[in-house]
């Protein structure tokens, strides 16, 4: 009986221990659900379970590092100490964004939808749809994409917010700024029959971008499952689908259709070759050109979250960080540098996060 009382004994302080780890690794106690517990819990409890006992007790530092044989301390669970997950920090956010005019900017592939190796079948989800609905009808919203704005309009399908294309060069802002506008883009968005035209700041290399992508296209179509994507100003060469042994081929294909054209540029994103011209505009500019257009710039309380997962959202990431009191938010499942102050891993968690931003708003106005 004696040795039974303090077996209970040592269990229960061995519990507690292991709960304030929990604790220190940011796991949420205030704002908890179902969902999140899973959602946040299930990597860690995937990861012991995937992985045999005795590779548990042999993990080197470099993957893992070993606490003991029942807990182990990912690169991930590091890393997001510098980036807190915005699930678990969203008390702390709100908390800190209450009387702040919230606007939220969205990026959409890899965030409102999930990255699939078919580009034309990268779909929003119902619920996702009806999430960003409800946000944008409470904060202004925009989304800011590398696809064309068309494109990105046809799979968001909701006409409650803002769109911006070819990663920021084609804008739609808003006709009537929701605040007084210090004017300094205003008259961009309309002409001068006060009709909306998108800011599209790039559009003197439209022709030029045109022959590129006959040629780009042209170039490249031996090479078995690159997909070339028009993106209106910008021109995508999705490489997911392309055996590893041809893609030096199409790097250097892809290369030489520019080479000697300083009029544009190469960058990378997620298995694909953009190829842009050569402004100095990117989806930053797109964020300081919405706020602007909104009335909001000159405004002292705006509280600006942007969430995105690619190389190109590090711009606008920038753009909030300067700002002060904005959010920035990457969706990465993995250990990723950058601009972003907080994390989701992927677009389930943006789908709660937004959904928890709509439901405070309900409740706290
Ligand atoms: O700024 P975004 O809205 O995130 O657009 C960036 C690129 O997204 C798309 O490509 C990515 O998603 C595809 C579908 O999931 C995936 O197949 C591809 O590998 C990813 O790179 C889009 O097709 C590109 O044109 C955008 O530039």
New binding site residues.
Partial sequence: MKYMFLLLVAFKIIDKKFSKLQEVMGFQTSHSTTRLSQSVFKTKEDSIDEIPLLQRTTMNSTDHTQINTNFIVTEYDSWVVGHPSALVSFDRMMKAATGKRIVVFL?????L?P?????DR?FMSDEMRAVVFKVASYFPTAII???SRDK?KDFVKLNNLYYAGS?GMDIMAPLIPITPSDDKHFNIGRNKNGIEVPFQPAKKHLPAIQEILKRVKNAIKEIKGAIV?D?GFCI?V?F?QVQEKDYGVLEERVKSVIENNPQFCLTE????M?IRPSIKWNKGNAVEYFLDTLGLSSYTDVLPMYIG??K?DEDAFKVIQSTEQGYPIIVSSSPRETNASYSLRDPSEVLIFLSWLAKWRETSY
């Fill in positions: 990026d959409y592939d890899g965030t939808s990255i699939v190796n078919d580009p990268a994409s590398g696809r990105v990663h994507e993106n995508s999705h997911r994103g997620k298995k694909v953009e997962d690619d190109t």
